[in-house]
């Protein structure tokens, strides 16, 4: 054991008839029955190695707190109630805290792996839903989309034994029926191959394999094949040439990534970059004679005649 409860008060009521020398011996063979987990051995000179006793009177207080606290039993070994009982408390909980995180991690993984069955049956008749859809909405598209005549064609008849013994439920089949109602899913399918056939760049596929198998993309691989396809053929660096290799793509993430979109080609030599041409405006041509232009009262033609002469003479001048 690494650790164990000590307690000041109960440790302080037993010994206050110690001695320094004492209550080091006595703390020494409780720290080392503690760490082995297991009895002291009866013979003076084992008990002498485990404190480092050297002299006479570190001795005598090993032998004494010895007798006293570790008495020899039946079994031939030097025994500690107190601690026998907390060593047997923390192996209890130190088992039963595994068996739960053992059981935590299984129902875990049953429900990730129920989840990717969901999403690759759903992916078998056109319907691709979002990575981060909750359970409830994933099982309802399941019911309302997974056909019966699919179900039957895929799922195994299994015998019933009712007839012939009483049946316990077991509650982690019990969970997996109520993540899935009473809904069976086709088996998966192999995406993988469908991928690789429209990445444009194929290198590192083991490893991009690999990486599908253990992030179980089957689920998601229409979204990801309609990715690749779509930055393909629009995605600027792609077109440029710049496109990860197929173990990067997968491993990234790059589905997730945004789509860098094309620039405008640049001017050629010597030519302006087309820009829209400013809007001005441009007051129209108007005769100040033209009654028919000018709204208004009607133009004295005569007096206007007279004022563009008066003008012309002193401008001339």
């Not at 982690?172 to 444009?200: H, I, M």
């Amino acid at each position: 054991m690494n650790y164990f409860e000590f307690y000041p008060g109960d440790y302080l009521r037993d010994t206050t008839r110690l001695t320094l020398a004492e209550h080091g011996a006595y703390l020494r063979l409780l720290m080392a029955y503690y760490s082995d987990e297991q009895p002291l051995p009866a013979e003076n000179d084992a008990l002498f190695r485990i404190v480092s006793a050297q002299n006479s009177a570190e001795k005598q207080a090993v032998l004494k707190v010895a007798d006293l606290f570790f008495p020899v039993t039946r079994d031939g070994v030097r025994r500690n109630g107190r601690a026998d009982e907390e060593i047997a408390k923390a192996s209890n909980r130190m088992d039963s805290k595994g068996e739960r995180k053992s059981t935590e991690a299984e129902r875990q993984q049953r429900y990730r792996d129920r989840r990717a069955d969901m999403f690759t049956a759903l992916a078998r008749v056109g319907i691709v839903p979002k990575y981060n859809i909750s359970m409830d909405e994933l099982t309802s598209l399941v019911t309302q989309n997974v056909t019966s005549q699919t179900v039957t064609n895929v799922t195994p008849s299994r015998p019933s034994h009712t007839a012939t013994r009483p049946q316990t439920p077991d509650p982690n089949k019990q969970q997996d029926q109520d993540l899935l109602g009473e809904t069976s899913l086709p088996p998966p399918q192999k995406r993988f191959d469908d991928f690789w056939a429209v990445y444009p760049v194929k290198k590192g596929r083991a490893a991009a394999e690999a990486k599908w198998k253990a992030r179980k993309l089957d689920a998601i691989a229409d979204q990801i094949i309609a990715d690749v396809k779509l930055r393909a053929a629009t995605d600027r660096q792609w077109l440029e040439g710049f496109i990860p290799h197929g173990s990067t793509y997968v491993n990234g993430k790059g589905w997730e990534d945004a789509i860098e979109g094309i620039r405008p080609a640049p001017p050629a030599p010597g030519q302006a970059a087309a820009t829209k041409p400013r809007e001005y405006y441009q007051a129209p041509n108007l005769d100040a004679t033209d009654p028919e232009v000018i709204a208004g009262p009607p133009i004295d033609k005569t007096k206007t005649a007279e004022i563009i002469r008066d003008l012309g003479r002193k401008l001339r001048v």
